[in-house]
């Protein structure tokens, strides 16, 4: 089974390259002319899209073609304050940039929408604002002429006192969504509320894609073991070009077991992987560990030394 390991958004090894730099409201409202404001919200938008481009090359040096946008590219998406500010227009050279170095290097990209993104939210404002919030990622990656492919992750979202009710309030409100969202979506297991198992039945009912989480699945199960459920996982992504994705970190420590540690231990994903190489030929790891590629590149020197794997590159193996 091949393997390929990615990481997300922030680069320890690309020095001065923050991709999310900010601009607070306060900022933004002591500048008296609104004009100028804005130009300097698009100035550090169009400096984060550069400090992305670089970090892209630096994956590519190294071998990771498995990499998470942030999405906070642009200060104050989604404020009142610049609702209605077209980024996209102004940012266009720099997105088309960004798409051109994907495809040219086969590379899967895509984002992570912030917890703030609820489906299944009671409250219709709050959907409202979610939908917003998924159009703007979908947009960014039609702007870089990246296909459905390249997905936008998210969680089910909030139990609300009732987990049946929350999970079918979810199926309910994505029938509602536009079909160019839906096709950009795959659903997440979370590490509080929804179980992979409840994840991947709300997935399967949607017909997208599931990632799971096998940290969080750690932290919230009903007892159902990681082999029950990958087959169906797996059967997710049929239909997709990609092959499936999980997501993979490690516990900081037993008594903080839900916040992730600087690095991957070994014994967190290579049992994981030698189950999973009996259902498909490939999947893809995102390492949600703290010292982002630090830690990836720290895993690939642990793999020098397990005899069930053979390292390809430096940012991917074979599982025997």
């Known amino acids: 089974m091949l393997v390929r390991f990615g990481f997300v958004a922030m680069s320890l090894h690309v020095k001065n390259a923050s991709p999310s730099k900010t601009m607070t409201v306060k900022a933004f409202r002591q500048i008296p002319d ?21 970090i892209l090359y630096h994956c590519i ?16 998406a989604g ?8 980024f996209i227009k102004v940012l266009r050279p720099e997105l088309q940039s960004l798409g051109s170095i994907v495809r040219e290097n086969e590379m899967r990209v895509g984002f992570h929408p912030d917890h703030f993104t609820v489906l299944n939210s009671p409250h219709e404002k709050v959907w409202k604002t979610s939908v917003e919030d998924l159009w703007r990622h979908v947009r960014l990656l039609k702007a870089m002429g990246l296909p459905a492919s390249h997905k936008c992750n998210i969680h089910i979202g909030g139990v609300y006192g009732n987990k ?7 199926k309910e409100n994505f029938a509602r969504l536009h079909p160019d969202i839906q ?19 709300i997935a399967e009912s949607c017909q997208v894609p599931m ?6 699945h750690r932290c919230n199960h009903d007892g159902e073991t990681l082999e029950e459920l990958w087959p169906r996982v797996v059967h997710t992504w049929n239909q997709e070009p990609f092959p499936p994705k999980i997501h993979v970190s490690s516990p900081r420590s037993e008594s903080d077991f839900r916040r992730h540690a600087d690095y991957i231990d070994l014994n967190d994903l290579l049992p994981f992987l030698c189950m999973a ?19 990836l590149f720290h895993l690939m020197e642990q793999f020098k030394q397990c005899p069930e794997v053979t390292v390809l590159d430096q940012a991917s193996i074979r599982v025997n």
């Open 61 to 76: 040096g190294n071998d990771i073609r498995f990499y998470r946008f942030s999405s906070r590219w642009i200060p104050l």
């Open 34 to 54: 609104r004009k100028a404001a804005l130009k300097k919200l698009a100035r550090i938008a169009r400096e984060n899209l550069r400090h992305t481009q670089r």
């Open 164 to 170: 049946a009710a929350s999970g079918d309030r979810f």
């Open 183 to 201: 096709s950009h979506l795959c659903l997440e297991n979370d590490d509080k509320s929804f179980t992979a198992k409840e994840t991947l039945d």
């Open 277 to 295: 190489k009996k259902y498909t030929d490939q999947v893809d790891v995102m390492i949600e560990a703290k010292k982002k590629d630090e830690s």
């Open 211 to 216: 990632v799971l989480d096998i940290h969080h």
């Open 79 to 86: 404020h009142e304050l610049v609702r209605n500010v077209n």
